[in-house]
């Protein structure tokens, strides 16, 4: 089932000031302007460290007024203490996530993606913020590259928020899912340039990955936001593609050219491992996977169920897979890369 199944929430954005951590990138403009459209918060601070990312937003949304432009680092925690205060909800989306940037400079990885996300969870339980979401993904299960690992601890960090806010009205989540069709560095981008000298570059034909749109990752957010009571890693059921069947969709009749997979890369992804699979639950848009030791109370609604023990849930084992067909339509409108 599509992450975007529609459901009744309960959460209530309305009046609420929300701070979106690197929320110029591809998911933050998208999220933005569903909350603008579908609510009526009191303000949405957008925290990125860009300042010509920020310009750009500045313009695409110029006759809103209800966004506040902060320029910041996560890794400087001072200014998300002061960027926080009086905040209801974060969302945390800003990470270093290119694969080969991570290896080559594992510092500035770990500082950006594992420091700040304990100063975002320090921020938070300082300034008593009720709700922090934080956006990983499936790099972060069983990982084979720096990114991968520095997500994996931001998730565990995140989680373990939980406790470190005591008795604080302050609750942490996260979210994980897949690639996202058309985000910056999004191998669609790739492909649709490479189309015009009429040979795609792919490093594994027998290659599969998750597949989700920007729509339904803020539908997960949301959801997430809605459900979470703390400590909470809710996984969208997204549909499988082959990377074959994705560069046939974009660039038809292309030679396809097989250059071998780069370091740091898997065949096949998971979002959920056999191990996780004892504590993980399931729900009809998501499964959840709970802490397995938590000092703080969980709470289970009625419509999650236990999975049974060694379910695996892979980009190569999924029940639904993108066609040709579907992967073209999904493709349509997407700019090729730069």
Not at 55 to 78: N, S, T, V
Not at 105 to 122: C, D, K
Request: with cysteine; proline share 4%.
């Amino acid at each position: 089932m599509s992450p975007t199944a529609e459901r009744k929430r309960a959460l209530d954005l309305n009046a609420k000031t929300i701070l979106v951590t690197g929320a110029t990138g591809s998911f933050g403009n998208a999220f933005v302007e569903r909350l603008l459209h579908d609510h009526a918060p009191q303000s949405i601070r957008i925290f990125s460290r860009d300042e010509l990312k920020q310009y750009d937003m500045q313009r695409k949304f110029a006759d809103e007024d209800r966004l506040r432009y902060l320029i910041g680092d996560i890794r400087d925690r001072d200014r998300l203490v002061r960027a926080t205060r009086g905040v209801d909800v974060i969302v945390h989306a800003a990470a270093l996530k290119q694969v080969g940037a991570c290896e080559y400079n594992p510092f500035e990885a770990v500082q950006t993606n594992v420091l700040g996300a304990e100063n975002v969870v320090a921020a938070a339980i300082e300034n008593e913020v009720p709700l922090t979401l934080a956006l990983s993904t499936d790099k972060a299960v069983n990982p084979v590259n720096l990114y991968g690992a520095t997500k994996l601890c931001e998730e565990k960090i995140t989680v373990q928020g939980n406790a470190y806010a005591a008795g604080s009205p302050s609750r942490f989540a996260c979210v994980r899912y897949g690639n996202v069709v058309g985000s910056r560095g999004s191998v669609v981008p790739l492909f649709k340039a490479q189309a015009e000298t009429g040979v795609i570059t792919i490093t594994d034909d027998r290659m599969t990955r998750f597949w989700i749109t920007l729509d339904g990752a803020v539908e997960l957010v949301l959801n997430g936001l809605d459900r979470m009571s703390g400590g909470e890693v809710y996984i969208p059921k997204i549909p499988s593609a082959r990377i074959g069947d994705i560069a046939e969709a974009v660039a038809p009749g292309c030679e396809q050219r097989i250059i071998g997979i780069r370091p740091g890369e898997k065949l096949h992804e998971l979002l959920v491992t056999e191990d996780e699979s004892r504590h993980t639950y399931e729900t009809p848009e998501t499964y959840v996977i709970m802490p397995e030791y938590a000092s703080w109370e969980l709470q289970r609604t009625d419509d999650m169920s236990a999975m049974e023990q060694g379910f695996r849930y892979a980009s190569d084992n999924n029940p639904e897979w993108l066609s040709v067909e579907d992967l073209r339509a999904m493709a349509e409108g997407i700019k090729a890369a730069a």
